[in-house]
């Protein structure tokens, strides 16, 4: 069976530090990686992706893969109150375009 | 651009009702796919439909059926609603294998 792994957190982090967001997945034909995030009460929202290996940066965003440790990162630089919410790592295998998702993180950013 | 649209937003049955939710999937996407989000969890594949047909199906049994339309909108269908169907019901459209954008959700209550 398919798993993603994310720490449910909260992680805590004040106004602008980084914030570091981690996630592993057990399926080794994974092709494509996805983080969303979620506010509460709301549906996923797609922030980044990626599907090779290293670091993919839009914005304040990077996201990280390593596919020999099978583990994929997002970072969030300079954090903002309002980037507080739960944040959803999301794996597609070679099979059907489909998603598994892992629990999700929750993400606190103090001001 | 019009995104992904689901109605109802809310709903309340009881034990034993059949439901159908609605979604209408974004401009130039043809793949439409259904999750189940229960509370704290992240999203679980229900099934997806590409081009009218089931492209995939997740763990969930046959109560839980699909239909896609000519316009790529779809509904999910659940039979003999139990009291664990309680949870926000969300749909995704995509290109194919392309990243997948959620609409709002459907938040059931099974009394």
């Known amino acids: 069976q398919k798993e993603v792994e994310q720490n449910s957190g909260p992680l805590s982090v004040p106004e602008g530090a980084i914030a570091s967001l981690n996630c592993t997945y057990s399926d080794r034909g994974s092709q494509s990686f996805f983080w969303y995030r979620q506010y509460s009460g709301k549906s996923p929202e797609l922030i980044m992706f990626?599907?090779?290996?290293g670091d993919k940066e839009d914005g304040r965003f990077t996201a990280q893969l390593n596919k020999a440790s099978q583990y994929v990162s997002l970072l969030i630089r300079d954090s903002q109150p309002s980037d507080s919410a739960t944040y959803l790592c999301a794996v597609m295998g070679s099979g059907y375009s489909t998603l598994t998702f892992g629990k999700g993180t929750m993400l606190l950013v103090s001001p | 651009e019009t995104g992904v649209t689901q109605s109802p937003t809310h709903l309340i049955k009881t034990r034993g009702q059949q439901v159908t939710l609605r979604c209408s999937s974004q401009?130039?996407?043809?793949?439409v796919s259904w999750y189940q989000q229960a509370l704290g969890q992240g999203p679980q594949f229900i099934f997806q439909?590409?081009?009218?047909?089931?492209?995939g199906r997740g763990n969930f049994p046959p109560r839980f059926s699909g239909l896609q339309f000519p316009n790529y909108s779809s509904e999910l269908n659940v039979n003999a609603l139990e009291l664990d169907d309680s949870a926000l019901y969300l749909c995704a459209s995509s290109q194919v294998t392309n990243e997948q954008f959620f609409g709002p959700g459907t938040r059931l209550t099974v009394l």
């Open positions: 401009s130039g996407h043809n793949t």
């Open positions: 439909y590409y081009r009218e047909e089931e492209n």
């Open positions: 990626i599907y090779s290996n």
